[in-house]
Nanobody, 130 residues
Framework: QVELLESGGGSVQPGGSLRLSCVAS????????IAWSRQAPGKEREGVSC???????YYSDSVKGRFSISRDNAKNTVWLEMNSLNPEDTAVYYC????????????????????????WGRGTQVTVSS
């Protein structure tokens, strides 16, 4: 059974940092591109970052330079390091399997709806406020 479990969310002040983890089970992580998305209340889900099987990384314009995605296939884990957080980053963050790997490059845009991602995790809440 495919399962993705996010953790590491919490409440931080503007300028703070968090490191989200996505632990995968039930499938071969090294054969899968993994995406992070987020959804704020009343807003559409947006793609935040994607990492391909060969380690290429892509980021939305709003997080580029502040967030960093990485993976360790031996640990079945993908991370999203988030720095210089601001209130606009407040959302539930999800990881999922990007089923069409070449679509990872679409995450490098102002907005991308991750419609080809399957098997989303349950998400972890990130709240940035003073």
């Amino acid at each position: 059974q495919v399962e993705l479990l996010e953790s590491g969310g919490g409440s931080v002040q503007p300028g703070g940092s968090l490191r989200l983890s996505c632990v995968a089970s039930g499938f071969t992580l090294e054969s899968s591109a993994i995406a992070w998305s987020r959804q704020a209340p009343g807003k559409e889900r947006e793609g935040v970052s994607c990492i391909t099987t060969d380690g290429s990384t892509y980021y939305s314009d709003s997080v580029k330079g502040r967030f960093s995605i990485s993976r360790d296939n031996a640990k079945n884990t993908v991370w999203l390091e988030m720095n210089s957080l601001n209130p606009e980053d407040t959302a539930v963050y999800y990881c999922g399997i990007e089923s069409i790997e070449k679509f990872c490059r679409h995450y490098s845009s102002a907005f991308y709806y991750p419609g080809s991602v399957g098997s989303w995790g349950r998400g972890t809440q990130v709240t940035v406020s003073s």
